[in-house]
């Protein structure tokens, strides 16, 4: 039996709780241990407690020394976008430019260009790329992600994806929860409703038989997938045993915010447009919001998601990194603290709960990740600060020290 014991961390951010997502005022409750340790015992996390107490039971166990800097657990990115091929360089630039969405699509850059690189790409390609993704998630002290799918649009590409994610999960430390995301587009090939029937008599049937999905995403937007046929794709893949995610409200209040309530889905994505009564809504259905604030920023927008109105109503907030190669390009939690913390108003304790425990149940894993307690999975972060409120204030500088996922030294 191996066993590693964790002392003198300046901040041990245990995020220990109740065992459900935090809401209201709990959003901002981190249960912060001072000159804290923790003992490890076979990649779980056996005791946590004053430093001096862990290193009483800790005979014969390998000590790490924080050394009085920040320890929290592994962050939790409960939206990515991790596997597609290539860069979209050329839309940076000409977003630059000042040029449209529509401009950029015209001119073949927007999402279709990143379909028919990942059409394209083999296997290996696709792997090898996003192995470089997943590196870049650890080295920011992530420890979980979800994945989405959705650049393929075609029966084999969409396996095709979720086969190299099944990969990744198997070839590198971070762990990856699969979601289907085939309505992410409707590809120019067929229109909107012969896609919804290949979705739901092919693709849907299949993922669910070969286990390759845990969730089902769809993008309910105008010119995407109407409440209507994000009706139709979600009841279907219910039916099939996969939980539900929906992309929504983020160019238009679509009513999406609605319809994940109706349908009980485990998360509703983005919300920036989403007003009142779509928060209403998710409340009385128990959805969780999931904030995109990287995307917001990276194209350039004023508008972010009503948060503070989010967290008065008492909806177990998640934030996210929305990590893809067109709206935000980023792997960094720390990042996306620093903006919700600026830009929507998020108090640093509220963005931590919201990027790790929030993050953890919107992924179904809330006894498993999210906190450093007694159980869990020993995946956790050391940090070179004393507070965890600078990991959101120095923006832009990497802090990471090291990070372990099941009590293994991985950073
Ligand atoms: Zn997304």
């Known amino acids: 039996m191996s066993s590693l014991a964790v002392i003198h961390a300046a901040q041990l951010v245990t995020l220990a709780g109740p065992k459900r997502p935090r809401v209201g005022a709990g959003m901002a409750d981190l249960a912060i241990i001072r000159d804290g340790g923790m003992l490890i015992r076979d990649g ?33 990115d409960a939206h990515t976008h991790l596997v597609f091929a290539g860069n979209r360089l050329d839309d940076f630039e000409r977003r630059a430019h000042g040029e449209s969405y529509q401009q950029i699509s015209k001119a073949g850059g927007g999402i279709w260009s990143t379909v028919e690189k990942t059409r394209a790409a083999s296997d290996h390609d696709l792997l090898l790329q996003a192995k470089k993704h997943a590196e870049w998630f650890l080295r920011c002290g992530t420890t979980t992600v979800e994945a989405k799918s959705g ?22 430390p971070l762990e990856i929860v699969p979601t289907f995301l085939g309505a992410h587009a409707v590809p120019r090939e ?3 409703d012969e896609y919804v029937e290949l979705m739901l008599a092919q693709m849907l049937p299949r993922i669910a038989r070969e286990k390759l999905a845990e969730f089902c995403d769809v993008f309910c937007e105008r010119g995407y997938f109407d409440v209507e ?44 447009k989403t007003d009142g009564h779509g928060i209403a809504a998710l409340k009385s259905a128990g959805v969780q919001p999931v904030l995109l604030p990287g995307s917001v920023y990276a194209l350039g927008s004023p508008d972010y998601p009503r948060v503070r109105e989010m967290i008065e109503a008492g909806l177990a907030v998640v934030i996210a990194t929305d990590f893809n190669p067109g709206s935000s390009p980023t792997p960094s939690m720390p ?17 931590t709960t919201a990027a790790t425990i929030n993050g953890a149940y919107s992924l179904n894993r809330g ?38 996922v099941r009590g293994k030294r991985i950073v």
């Open 44 to 76: 779980k996390i056996d005791s946590v407690g004053p430093s001096d107490e862990i290193e009483k039971k800790s005979r014969g166990a390998e000590i790490v020394d924080a050394g009085g800097r920040v320890v929290l657990p592994g962050f939790v």
């Open 151 to 172: 650049y393929g649009l075609t029966v084999e590409d969409e396996l095709k994806i979720l086969r190299v994610m099944e990969r990744l999960n198997k070839e590198t």
């Open 190 to 192: 067929m229109d909107a």
């Open 229 to 272: 046929r994000s009706r139709r794709i979600l009841t279907a893949a219910r039916e099939l045993g996969l939980r539900l995610r929906i992309h929504t409200d983020q160019l238009s209040n679509s009513g999406g915010a609605k319809l994940a309530a109706e349908l009980e889905a485990t998360t509703a994505d983005h919300l920036e």
């Open 335 to 351: 990042m996306i603290l620093s903006l919700a913390c600026t830009q929507m108003k998020m108090s640093p304790a509220e963005a």
């Open 367 to 404: 006894e498993k990740i999210g906190s450093l307690e007694r159980g869990k999975l020993a995946n956790f972060s050391i940090f070179d600060c004393e507070d965890y409120r600078e990991l959101a204030y120095w923006f832009g500088v990497p802090q990471t020290h090291s990070v372990y």
